[in-house]
């Protein structure tokens, strides 16, 4: 892809899943990466694997002073930042409307809204300090675009994202800044790893994701393609844009025979989930 080789990307969450698909895709393009993740140890493994400069530190994306030390980082490894792929995120319980506790709320939106506004912001900063533009791009979800009664927190947040995404790409737009976003599907991750036996966790995520006209879930590497094509120069004509990589669920009509209407027990799911 056009305009990859020889950037510097931070990629935020990468130590497995989409995250790590996308440091390799980029490494893999010609960019130098820089892993961010909470888990050093895996982010240095990762930097040591690809097969371009890179390296891997430690943040917490939900501090100020912690995303502000990657980006120092970064820049004195490289000099200087191109691209952003700010992906970290995590999913919060799957506790009911009534029963999610507010700290878990706040430490979802912590991540996953403010980790993304740091982030952003934190690009724009380097981007202005270096007298050059860059491309951004935010990992939404398909919680961005519909709803459901679980993963309440996690929805909210990505809707949130959503917003920040077009904020940010009005702001960019003139400075020759742009920002885009992918919007997942199911994409069977370590997201979801702590959750093995709850209904709409890991272990139904093939089973659910046969209902996508596509009929199979989705890899990391599907959304790491769609995130290089928009960092690069390829898409040197789209901002703004949240870009569905999902096999298609966002455009089923659930009320149709194809969509599987009358397909799913709704009668056992509201009397697990409301008693």
Do not use: C
């Not at 240095?44 to 912690?66: H, K, N, Q, T």
């Not at 949240?242 to 025979?257: F, H, N, Y």
């Amino acid at each position: 892809m056009r305009g990859l080789a020889g950037r510097v990307a931070v990629v935020t969450g990468a130590a497995g899943g989409i995250g790590a698909a996308t440091a390799r895709r980029l490494a893999e393009e010609g960019a130098n990466v820089v892993a961010v993740d909470l888990d050093l140890d895996r982010v240095r493994d990762l930097a040591a694997s690809l097969p371009s400069p890179s390296i891997g530190v430690r943040a917490d994306v939900s501090a100020e002073d912690e995303v502000a030390a990657y980006v120092e980082a970064a820049v004195a490894r490289f000099g200087r930042i191109d691209l952003h792929h700010l992906n970290a995120g995590i999913p919060g319980s799957f506790a009911t409307l009534p029963d999610l506790p507010v700290a878990e709320f706040d430490r979802v939106m912590a991540v996953n809204v403010r980790g993304v506004f740091l982030g952003v912001r934190a690009a724009f900063r380097q981007y202005a300090a270096q007298g050059s533009a860059g491309n951004i791009v935010l990992t939404g979800s398909i919680g961005s675009l519909r709803g459901s009664a679980d993963l309440l927190a996690y929805q909210t947040s990505k809707h949130a994202v959503v917003g920040l995404l077009r904020g940010a790409a009005m702001y960019g737009g003139p400075l020759g800044v742009r920002v885009n976003a992918v919007a997942p599907g199911i994409v069977p991750t370590d997201l979801f790893a702590a959750t093995p036996d709850v209904a709409g966790g890991k272990d139904d995520m093939s089973r659910r994701a046969s209902s996508t006209p596509l009929r199979r879930a989705g890899t990391g590497e599907d959304v790491a393609g769609v995130v290089a094509f928009l960092l690069s120069d390829d898409a040197a004509y789209m901002t703004g844009e949240l870009v569905s990589v999902d096999g298609g669920a966002s455009i089923v009509s659930t009320v149709r025979p194809s969509g599987g209407a009358g397909a799913w027990n709704f009668e056992a799911y509201d009397r697990a989930l409301y008693g």
